[in-house]
């Protein structure tokens, strides 16, 4: 077997170790995400691609991974070609999803801002927007967008407090008039608009995070396997053969003679 560097190889070996480990750890974010989702009851219309795509991320980065690992430890050309023909591949399309990604984050929060803001007042939306807006009042314990005079007087049941939630701090009594009536309501006093960001930003870290660590683990499986390729085809060179001369070149035939000085 050709020798290569070990410390070459035992890196390429570590390094698709770690990179399994990530690919399992994307299944396991997948596999959480799923199981959040149907204990809080809610649909996974929508969400069904994204979980496909951590799956199928996940999935390949585990056998990139096992492959990479396979042709280090056994010295085989053909898995590490493959390797990295899947690393180049991997490190482009992961740059290609993480460079936009970070380019419009900043932007995300304005961008929603105006996206929310058409929906105002609340009282007014429509029904889909009225029950979308009920269930994240009641799972984030929130109230209106960026505040509950986004339900003007039509404030529903939704941002009401219950009596933890008073105790905790999380509730404003506000005023309103219903029918001629001074009324008073005990409303959460956090406003929905920042949550949503927080949460949304998180996912957007989170993706981004997954892209660029791939990114640098493909540039190190990339750059660790074209040397191992290299040090393979090297160790690999035909030998090449001396042959001893068998015909000596012979002495000229004819020697140019010079008469010797007569004294």
């Known amino acids: 077997m050709t020798q290569v560097n070990r410390c070459v190889k035992l890196s390429l070996i570590v390094s698709n170790i770690f990179f399994a480990i990530v690919g399992g750890a994307i299944i396991a974010l997948a596999l959480l995400l799923q199981l959040l989702t149907r204990l809080n009851g809610a649909s996974l219309e929508g969400r069904g691609s994204a979980l496909i795509l951590l799956y199928v991320v996940g999935t390949i980065t585990m056998v990139v991974a096992a492959v990479g690992a396979y042709g280090a430890h056994r010295q085989s050309r053909v898995a590490l070609i493959v390797f990295l023909v899947c690393m180049v591949i991997g490190t482009l399309m992961m740059l290609r999803v993480g460079i936009p990604l970070a380019a419009v984050r900043p932007e995300v929060e304005g961008l929603m801002s105006r996206r929310f803001g058409e929906l105002l007042p609340l009282d007014e939306a429509d029904e889909k927007t009225k029950e979308i807006a009920d269930g994240v009042q009641e799972m984030m314990q929130c109230c209106g967008v960026f505040s509950y005079d986004d339900w003007r007087q039509n404030i529903p049941d939704s941002c009401l407090c219950d009596e933890a939630a008073r105790l905790e701090g999380k509730c404003q009594v506000v005023n309103y008039n219903?029918?001629?009536?001074?009324?008073?309501?005990?409303?959460?006093?956090?406003?929905?608009?920042?949550?949503?960001?927080?949460?949304?930003?998180?996912?957007?870290?989170?993706?981004?995070?997954?892209?660029?660590?791939?990114?640098?683990?493909?540039?190190?499986?990339?750059?660790?396997?074209?040397?191992?390729?290299h040090q393979l085809r090297a160790g690999r060179r035909p030998a090449v053969m001396l042959v001893p001369a068998i015909f000596k070149p012979a002495p000229p035939k004819y020697q140019e003679l010079q008469n010797a000085p007569v004294y």
Do not use: N
Request: positive net charge.
């Open 178 to 229: 219903l029918m001629m009536l001074q009324m008073r309501k005990s409303v959460f006093r956090q406003p929905c608009f920042p949550l949503i960001v927080h949460y949304v930003l998180l996912a957007f870290d989170i993706v981004m995070g997954i892209a660029f660590v791939l990114a640098l683990l493909a540039l190190l499986g990339l750059t660790l396997s074209s040397i191992l390729i």
